[in-house]
Each structure stands twice: as C-alpha cells, then as structure tokens.
C-alpha cells in the first residue's frame, strides 16, 4: 500500500507539494555548499566567529535536506541526489571565492530570501492539499530563517 493511501493524502493534490519540495531541496544543496565555501575562504578580523558560524549554519542546512528528502519519500515521491540533477532545477548558483564578511552576508540574506519565498509556496501548497505535516515543517524552518534574517541585517548595518 502506498504511503499516500495510509496518510489519506490525494496524490493529485500532493504532486504541487512534491514539487515545491523537490525545487527546496534543490536550493538547500547549494546554499549548503556555498556556506561550505564561506566557511572555508572567510577572511578578516572577524575569521574566528564566522568560520565556526559558518560551520553551525551549513550543519543545520544539512538537517533540513534530510528533513526534506525524508518528507518527500513519506510522499512517496524519490529525492534527487545527484548534484548534476539538482543544479538543473536550482533557482539559487553556486559561488565561489567570497572571503569578505559583508559580501558573505550579502549572500546569505539573498539566499534567505529566496528560501523563504520557496517555503512559503510550499506551504500555501500544502495546505490546499491538507498536508499539515509539511505545512509544519515549513514553518519550522521559517521560524529559524526569520531569525536570521534579523541577525545577517543587524550584522550588515
């Protein structure tokens, strides 16, 4: 029996969903590699807080890949993992050789906002497909991004 069956979720209305999710998933493989980077070339008076905050980011942006890859296969739906795949459905670009703490931030509020915009989608999406369980997942992250929307802003004034 299908997981979909069980959960009393249309697949119909659930394939928005799985597609808003698969695009997420997409994002978060790059934003997850970008902060890689960022944490490997920051330079400046501010090394040692960025490089271990950096660090802290991409592990928690590790966690909502698997969150997401494991929401898509309750729906039963197969995540991508091949990196050559995801780059093709990706709205955000990989970057490379950012060593400045203002440019790092730069970059991370504009993937934050893109995200975020995703999730949000995700969420209006989900919730016409009576998908609470993603819809709370969404939220979850929201509740973190909005925070650091704040912090990267507060940082860059």
């Avoid at 999730?119 to 969404?138: W, Y």
Wanted: glycine content about 4%; proline content about 1%.
């Amino acid at each position: 029996m299908k997981n979909l069956e069980v959960l009393g979720l249309d697949e119909k209305k659930i394939s928005s969903v799985v597609s808003g999710l698969n695009q997420l998933l997409a994002d978060l493989h790059v934003y997850y590699m970008n902060l890689r980077g960022l944490h490997w070339n920051i330079k400046g008076k501010s090394f040692f807080q960025l490089h271990e905050e950096f660090e802290k980011q991409y592990n928690d942006v590790a966690s909502k890949i698997d969150e997401v890859a494991e929401r898509l296969l309750q729906l039963d739906s197969k995540p991508e993992n091949r990196f050559s795949e995801l780059l093709k459905i990706a709205t955000l670009k990989e970057k490379n050789d950012i060593d400045a703490e203002t440019e790092a931030m730069q970059l991370i509020l504009n993937t934050l906002k893109v995200l975020i915009a995703s999730e949000r989608a995700v969420i209006a999406a989900a919730g016409e497909a009576n998908d609470e369980v993603t819809v709370a997942l969404m939220d979850d992250f929201l509740v973190g991004q909005e925070k650091a929307v704040w912090m990267v802003n507060a940082c860059l004034a």
